[in-house]
């Protein structure tokens, strides 16, 4: 689960305090809005927002025209994906409920069982649980899709860049009857070179992992097929009847802001969002990469340059998570416990235990104590038990 | 469906334009909060409410504090359910959300068949839709709670004000094994008069109806268990990783500005929503009832009055529906839809097609276009077809 692990680091880290790596709170993001100062600020009167409708002459009647407006603006400036209009955008609580609203509209109750859903290890860890939580006779998770072998239909996840490994990704089974959802909430450039414009059926983005507003829970799909939009938005009006306006509004307005200063030539632009983000990424993936071939305990993985369409130079990837492979086979989650550093293992990830994840996303001051007590850590044995 | 006929009516109504009473939309209210001006304007800096996390301490981690105290406050001030520092608040993305939150924490997977849920007809048009459309194998709807009479565990729903026919509730089946949740989205002084504290294990509210603001998506469960509790926040992280921060935060602003309101004796006090609303509501019913009594086509619930311990008077109830029984056995919806005003039939809510639902918390002008083309409708025949 996502959240069961997630105590919160206190205000003062002390020397033996616990630090949390296993959630993917993207609170480093936090000084960058601070000094944005006011440019974000959102005033909402007491007397706005009140109707369950946002637009209703749009298929997805809950969404505000802003939101809709600056989504497919940020796509347009970026570059990541294409959102021109004749494809549909569905707003959700989050991308997992999105996922969910896929799940229902990519299935049917009248197959006589339930479709399989796969993801290619190691594969995002809610998603399981959230395929199978409910026991639905819709779907069902089919586990590793390097392993399915069934005939019929299918859903496959294709997450990309991948959390946890940060890979760039393809679809994996290519069957007949194959339905394939994009979750492309990490393909923006502070993490990945923006090598084209996706263009797939049904894409999945949020915001959390966009601009780091997580608290927001607010998400977007980009959809080609009609009948799949209907279904969805259907599912979001019987799971909430709609989406909340107050994180809808806040988010255009921020998603404008990021598009404005992306726009800006002038001589006194801004550093924008994504560049700050890559430049921190970039700064704490080189320590990273040094403390871990300096102690030999650890591996990481390796990421091709690439050249960047949006910042128009090659750049590395930079992705949001670290996952960190102990060369001796050891369980890695469990070694890092010991030193005080809560992450999230490799087993919840389809894969085996001397993976582990680690979020790189953290405020500096966390960021830095998890380098200390990584460095500190020595090869084999001193009474760890495994 | 709660929202498929939910065309927007035009701005200017014109004398043959489509009027929508089929939904709750509760706009009455938006003039109240217009009056009140700047007092419930929220401020939301760029960054702020970043994090997933909104209070780690509490069992219900995504719970933003100011909330948690706003509504057992108001509850407090209102009088009309116990919300005491031993009950556990949970959040939801409306009602709607914790409703199916509930169905999951109360039931279980190492059950040999998924619980039975039902309420008394006339119930709420969403709860079968609601508890069916994902083909749960942990609960499935069934049906009436006055033919119910399956051994076992089941849950039922007392609805309390009933939607849609208003009336006061108390469950039906009563027997070993039963599960209940009340809703008492209704249960407020604008409706109904205040008569007990309510104190059930499990009681829901929601945001929208207290207070018109439907596009925030916020309602909370009080709960008393704290198994079902926890069950209920592993449900909605799995279904959304919590609810908007936004919403919640602005939600607190403006409950905590009612009970400041209730609390104030002043000599320059302002009039409270709780007054406003069941003044806009018994004038409103005082003048339906006229129309419905002089044309001699329809019939109407009758309410007891009764002591409301929050206004400290006998009050009349006057539900947010009002629910229109056709005295010749015609269907209601069809004849009513015929004078261009859309209405939600019996049939969805469980009886016979002879009942519609009709929304009380419409605009005035709408309101009192609705009452001028019911005036016109007279007795039997005139070329409609049933």
Redesign the interface.
Known sequence: ???SS???TPATLSSDSVINFA?G???M??S???K????????????D??????D??NLC?FLMPELDHAVRRLHRVVGNAVADDDRFIVV???S??LF?ALL?ALSS?DEPEPISVVAAAPFYS?YP??TE??????YKWAGDAYSFDKDGPYIEVVTSPNNPDGAIREAVVNREGGKLVYDLAYYWPQYTPITHRADYDVMLFTF?KAT???????GWAIVKNKEVATKMV??I???????????QL?AAK?LG?ISDDCQDSGPNKEETLFEYGQRLLSERWERLREVVERNGVFSLPKYPQDYCNFSGKYTDPSPAFAWLRSKEGLNCDNLLREHNIVTRGGTTFGVGSKYTRISMLSPDEEFNLFLERLSAIKGTGKGNCY
Chains 1, 2 share one sequence.
């Open positions: 689960s996502v959240m997630g105590k919160k959630r709170d993207p609170t993001y936090h960058y809005w601070s944005l100062g006011d440019r974000c600020t959102m005033v909402i009167p007491g007397n927002l009140m109707s369950y409708f946002s209703a002459g009647w959700g609580t989050g997992t409920q969910q229902y109750p809610s649980e959230e939580f409910l026991r639905s006779g819709l959390s780091g507003h997580a608290g927001s829970r607010i259907k599912f009006e019987l799971s909430s009847i709609g989406v909340s306006k107050e994180s806040r921020i802001v």
